[in-house]
């Protein structure tokens, strides 16, 4: 599963009802409750119809290669690795946080031909405190330590307020208040948003995304990763 940007719908029924003062009124009170009803139900049966004939998502290409830009973004493995995973997340993602030992399991399984580029996509429309632990760990990577603060983030990415998030910075052994003065600046913010446009540029619409190669991750499994992967390595070979 995936976090999903959505647009909810909803529909609000209001029933009115008094006391009457004699039969011809309650007659009355009964139309008008009866009509209202009526009017609920073509609205209900308006927004079935309507979701119904909605164009469905676009269907996703898994053979398309997507020219994914990984400069300024951190990495972990070999920088001159034949196989590049990139990753699109979200730290108050909890599928997010479900596919780390996935990826740690292909990393380890791969230690000296693939390389993992971590890009930010927080879904702030669904995830109050999404920006504000992609910004912190941009911060953090200006000390050096990106990959601490995204570890511990993950591990408590339930509690992510600043307070939460500035203790963290201390936790990992980053001076907090550089930490605090480059989580405020512009460039961090910069950088966030720069992900979110090579993300959507590449088709994501929801966290994690996986690419291999530029190739897509259909299936978030290690069985379907090593394919892949495998793919990856001998197209790479072929070209060298």
């Given at each position: 599963?995936?976090?999903?940007?959505?647009?909810?719908?909803?529909?609000?029924?209001?029933?009115?009802?008094?006391?009457?003062?004699?039969?011809?009124?309650?007659?009355?009170?009964?139309?008008?409750?009866?009509?209202?009803?009526?009017?609920?139900?073509?609205?209900?049966?308006?927004?079935?119809?309507?979701?119904?004939?909605?164009?469905?998502?676009?269907?996703?290409?898994?053979?398309?290669v997507y020219d994914i830009p990984i400069e300024k973004s951190p990495v972990r493995g070999p920088k001159d690795a034949p196989v590049t995973i990139?990753?699109?997340?979200?730290?108050?993602?909890?599928?997010?946080?479900?596919?780390?030992?996935?990826?740690?399991?292909?990393?380890?399984?791969?230690?000296?031909?693939?390389?993992?580029?971590?890009?930010?996509?927080?879904?702030?429309?669904?995830?109050e405190n999404a920006v504000a632990a992609a910004k912190a760990t941009v911060a953090a990577g200006h000390q050096g330590k990106f990959w601490e603060?995204?570890?511990?983030?993950?591990?408590?990415?339930?509690?992510?307020?600043?307070?939460?998030?500035?203790?963290?910075?201390?936790?990992?052994?980053?001076?907090?208040?550089?930490?605090?003065?480059?989580?405020?600046?512009?460039?961090?913010?910069?950088?966030?948003?720069?992900?979110?446009?090579?993300?959507?540029?590449?088709?994501?619409?929801?966290?994690?995304?996986?690419?291999?190669?530029?190739?897509?991750?259909?299936?978030?499994?290690?069985?379907?990763?090593?394919?892949?992967?495998?793919?990856?390595?001998?197209?790479?070979?072929?070209?060298?």
């Open positions: 599963m995936r976090c999903r940007r959505y647009v909810p719908v909803v529909l609000t029924l209001a029933v009115l009802a008094g006391c009457a003062p004699d039969v011809d009124e309650l007659k009355r009170g009964d139309k008008e409750i009866l009509a209202k009803i009526d009017a609920v139900q073509k609205s209900l049966d308006g927004a079935k119809a309507a979701a119904a004939n909605a164009a469905p998502d676009p269907a996703i290409d898994p053979t398309k990139v990753e699109f997340s979200d730290f108050q993602c909890p599928f997010c946080a479900e596919a780390k030992p996935l990826l740690e399991q292909v990393l380890q399984a791969y230690p000296k031909d693939v390389k993992l580029v971590f890009k930010q996509f927080p879904l702030g429309s669904i995830h603060m995204h570890d511990i983030l993950f591990v408590n990415n339930r509690d992510l307020s600043y307070d939460k998030l500035k203790d963290y910075a201390g936790r990992i052994g980053l001076n907090v208040p550089l930490w605090e003065e480059d989580f405020q600046a512009l460039d961090v913010q910069q950088a966030v948003s720069r992900d979110v446009r090579t993300g959507k540029a590449a088709d994501v619409d929801g966290t994690p995304t996986f690419f291999v190669n530029g190739r897509r991750v259909m299936d978030r499994s290690f069985e379907s990763f090593k394919s892949m992967i495998e793919d990856a390595r001998r197209e790479a070979a072929k070209k060298s």
